[in-house]
């Protein structure tokens, strides 16, 4: 039997900062390799991806995990109370960098994957794409993998991804959907000049904090059946002026939107655009324009509850002993692009600690964790 534990610390080991691979992925490709997977590199654009299929390919019925080895930068390293790559174990607590998330998730469903397909095989096929491009701008990772899939006739028919996805208690939440992401970096550009006559400058100031301000005010939505509410963030305002007695030429702000199922990116991009074109003809800040570089990380999506969602929880429920709430919170996840190509949910373990100094994984959480999804592959091909 594999023991998740120590390929979790192993994996915690490799100092796999996005983009560097850190010997994560070769790890994990010599030991699915010996466990008889095939395994294949998709590597593109500078990252390291793995693709490993046990199994048939073909008219079966193909059960997939996806996940990632990449991992956030430390920070300060003298900050950490122990070497944040060490994998050191305390009063039943595992340290280090990706420990939550989520070398612990890859190391439980690789761990949960192996023992099944060796110990009972079956009808069938069990794939894990792994990627080390979730953290970055995740151009090259995950979604290499389904353009490899595509060109050479692979598929999943459903997909577990494994981050980290209960706030306090292992099994009170799987992921069903994540709210869309929107980025957008507004620039307001006017005239530079002497703040003692405003009349010979056009100041960028007044006409952006107006735009802003009904950006920010305004509702969005009341959220939807399976969603709350959308929300927008102003996250900088910088005019790049050191001077006191200076009008700046331009200011910039940047925002970002989370939103639900009731709206597409594109859809709030134009709203923002009609909004800053009704500032430029206001009187007083008229002769200010603005322009934008926007990015829309990914749209919102919904796996509705059914068959596979049902599956899941009550493996969480059996395992655990509660029944895990289907839930739409949260970030961005690759589950984003996995949506296109199959049924997918996330369901992993609690994730108060990732991207935080000292991050650590509850030891027992990886151990009932490897249960869970091994109780999950059971179910599937039951």
């Known amino acids: 039997m594999i023991d998740p534990v120590e390929l979790t610390a192993n994996l915690v080991k490799c100092p796999s900062v996005t983009p560097a691979e850190g010997g994560a992925i070769k790890l994990l490709d010599t030991l699915l390799s010996a466990h008889g997977f095939t395994t ?16 048939t390919q073909g008219n079966t019925r193909t059960f997939g995990f996806n996940g990632h080895t990449d991992v956030v930068p430390v920070g300060n390293e003298a900050d950490w109370a122990d070497p944040p790559f060490s994998a050191i174990i305390h009063d039943g607590r595992m340290y280090g960098r990706g420990s939550t998330d989520m070398k612990s998730g890859v190391a439980a469903f690789a761990a949960a994957a192996i023992d099944f397909v ?13 990627t080390g491009d979730e953290e970055g701008d995740a151009e090259h990772g995950t979604t290499a993998i389904l353009d490899w899939m595509a060109e050479n006739s692979e598929r ?27 980025s957008c970096q507004i620039t307001a550009t006017g005239v530079q000049g002497h703040s ?43 005019t790049g002026n050191p001077a006191g007695n200076v009008i700046p030429a331009s200011a910039r702000a940047n925002i970002n939107i989370r939103f639900n199922d009731a709206h597409k990116g594109e859809g709030l991009l134009a709203w923002i655009r009609e909004e ?43 395992e655990t002993g509660r029944m895990p709430e289907l839930s739409t919170s949260g970030g961005t996840s690759d589950a984003r692009f996995i949506k296109d190509h199959c049924a997918v949910v996330e369901c992993g373990l609690v994730g ?31």
């Not at 294949?40 to 199994?55: E, Q």
């Not at 324009?289 to 049902?310: A, H, N, Q, R, V």
Request: charged fraction near 20%; hydrophobic fraction near 40%; proline fraction near 6%.
């Open 40 to 55: 294949t590199r998709v590597d593109r654009g500078g990252i390291a991806n793995l693709y490993a299929r046990w199994g």
């Open 118 to 130: 060796t110990e009972s095989p079956p009808d069938g096929a069990v794939v894990l794409a792994i």
């Open 156 to 182: 999943m028919d459903v997909c577990l991804v494994g981050e980290p996805t209960c706030p306090n208690h292992m099994g009170e939440m799987i992921k069903i959907g994540r709210r869309g992401s929107l």
């Open 196 to 238: 003692a006559y405003p009349h010979r400058a056009r100041n960028p100031l007044p006409a952006l904090i107006k735009l802003l301000d009904t950006l920010a005010t305004t509702t969005l939505d009341e959220g939807t059946d399976h969603f709350d509410p959308s929300t927008l963030a102003i996250t900088t305002v910088d």
């Open 276 to 318: 800053a074109e009704k500032v430029e003809k206001v009187e007083g800040v008229t002769g200010v324009t603005f322009s934008f570089k926007t990015k829309i990380s990914g749209e919102s999506f919904l796996t509705p509850p059914g068959d596979f969602s049902t599956l899941v929880t009550q493996a969480v429920a059996a």
């Open 352 to 382: 108060q600690s990732m991207h935080a100094v000292d991050e650590n994984v509850e030891v027992a959480q990886i151990v009932q964790l490897k249960a869970i999804y091994r109780r999950i592959l059971e179910s599937y091909f039951a």
